[in-house]
Structures are given as C-alpha cells and as structure tokens.
C-alpha cells in the first residue's frame, strides 16, 4: 500500500509540476504581450514628445524679448520644453555641419534666433499644429515658423497600426492561453475524477469538493505566474543593459503593470479552467467516468 501511496504521489507531482510549467510559457506569452502594448503607448507619448516646432524670430528681437517670448509660450497648454537659440548658437552649430562659416563671404550672420518648442504628446497631431501655428504666427516677433507636419502624420499612423496589431494579437493570445491552459489543468483533475465522485457518493457538497482543487490550481497559476515574472524581469535586464535610454520608454510603471498582470492572469485563468473541469466531472455519473 505504501509503494503505490508513494507512486500515486509521485504522480501527482509530476502532473503540477507540468502544469505549473506549461502554465509559466503561457504565462510568459501573455506578458510579453501586455508588455510591449504598455510600452508601445509610451513609445507613442516619447516619440511625439519629441517632434518640435521651430519659431524663427526677427533679427529686432533682443535676448530679453525673446526670452519674455519664452516664458509666454511656457504658459501655453501646448508646450512641454522650450530651448532658446541665439543667433550665435545657431551659426556655431552651421559651421560645425557645413564645415565653413557663412558670416565671411556674406559679411552678416544670415541665420536667425530661433525657439525650440517640444510639444505634449496631445497636441503632436495635424488638426493641433495648425491652429498652433496660427496662433505663433500672430505674434508681431515671429518671422517665420516651421514643422516636420509630415513626418507626424507618418508617426500617428504608423503607432496607430502598431496599437491595433497588439491589441488584436491579445485578444487572440488570450483565448488560446485560456484554452490551452484548460486543457492541462482539465488533465490535471482528470486523474482525480473517481476522487470526486467517492466524495459525492458519501455525500459532500459541490463547494467542499470544488475548494481543495480550486486552491490547488490557484497555488500552480500563482508559481508559474512568478516564475513567468522572473522570466520576463531578466528579459528586460537583458535589454537594460543592451539598450540604453530604454528606460525612458519602459518605465517602472509598466515594469508592474505587466508583473501584476501576469499574476493576476495565473491566478484568475487557473482558477476558472479548474472550476468548469471539477463541475464537469461533478455532473457525471458513475459509468460515464469510464467513457472519457
């Protein structure tokens, strides 16, 4: 009686033990899945935060009226971050792009002072820039304005069709994960069917029998969701230390959002697969347990 006590046992870690790590890849899945859409919105936010609108001034414009200028656009619900550029600067920065200084043949400094303006992410878009650049246009210092508008066009989209491809590839990664994980946790209570109708039969509740299975594969969700956790944190230490500046778009927030996620997706997905395979064998009868 004990050798097969001990073999039964055996059994029956073998079996969590592969649930628990067929549930960890699942798992694993579905994180990174609700990782990188975390992390396109802030990729989304980083790169229309850093398109910008250059405002060229008139030569009559002093430092200190520029400067004034300054902190009125900073008022504006538009704008992020503001870099002034003196005319100075901007010659500067020519000569070390065309290798030659334009002042000695021109005999002036041809290049104007210019306002860097970094937009919210909220405004980063066409309907936006237009009513901007009325509006800057309208102040009597302003020569010129100018805008990639293009290129933000180009950005809205292609992170819109980024978004709904992730967006669609969870749905779908979702339902399998849900349905590949019911099939292992159904496996799973499979070998425990004749358990559930002894218990039945000596007349103990639906609840009593359905808890200690329950809390069993909630237990495995709830491994494989930290072993799915530590897979994806030395994943992201990997590009940490690959890629710099990627914090800037995976932030602490998603870092937690996505661990929470995965968590509550062991747990949440483990426990109903287990639910409706315990009900399932519950309302069999004794002769239908040998058919399956």
């Not at 901007?132 to 020569?143: F, H, L, N, W």
């Not at 639906?206 to 709830?222: E, K, N, T």
Request: hydrophobic residues 50%.
């Amino acid at each position: 009686m004990s050798k097969k006590r001990k073999k039964a046992r055996s059994r029956q870690g073998l079996q969590r033990v592969t649930l628990c790590i067929s549930t960890t890849m699942v798992l694993i899945l579905l994180g990174l899945v609700v990782f990188f859409v975390l992390s396109a919105r802030n990729l989304s936010t980083h790169m229309k935060e850093n398109l910008t609108v250059s405002v060229m001034l008139k030569d009559s414009v002093s430092v200190n009226d520029a400067k004034r200028f300054c902190r009125d656009l900073y008022h504006r619900p538009y704008a992020r971050h503001i870099d002034y550029i003196s005319k100075e600067e901007a010659k500067r920065e020519q000569i070390r792009e065309l290798g030659s200084d334009p002042t000695e043949f021109l005999g002036f400094n041809p290049f104007p002072a210019t306002l860097e303006v970094w937009l919210k992410a909220n405004y980063a878009n066409r309907d936006s820039l237009e009513w901007i650049a009325k509006e800057i246009r309208k102040d009597s210092r302003v020569s010129d304005l100018a805008y990639m508008e293009d290129l933000m066009d180009k950005v809205n989209v292609n992170l819109s069709r980024i978004s709904l491809i992730l967006l669609v590839l969870a749905v779908l990664l979702t339902c399998v994960s849900f349905s590949l994980i019911s099939n292992t946790v159904r496996l799973s209570i499979y070998a425990n069917r004749f358990v559930i109708h002894t218990m039945k039969l000596v007349g103990a509740s639906w609840a009593f029998i359905r808890r200690p299975l329950l809390h069993q594969a909630m237990l495995v969700g709830f491994v494989a969701g930290l072993l799915a956790c530590c897979v994806l944190g030395a994943g992201y230490y990997g590009l940490y230390l690959t890629q710099p500046g990627i914090e800037e778009v995976v932030t602490w927030e998603v870092l937690v959002a996505t661990g929470v996620a995965v968590l509550l997706f062991g747990l949440i997905i483990t426990a109903l697969c287990a639910w409706l395979a315990v009900n399932r064998f519950l309302r069999m009868r004794a002769h239908e347990l040998y058919k399956i």
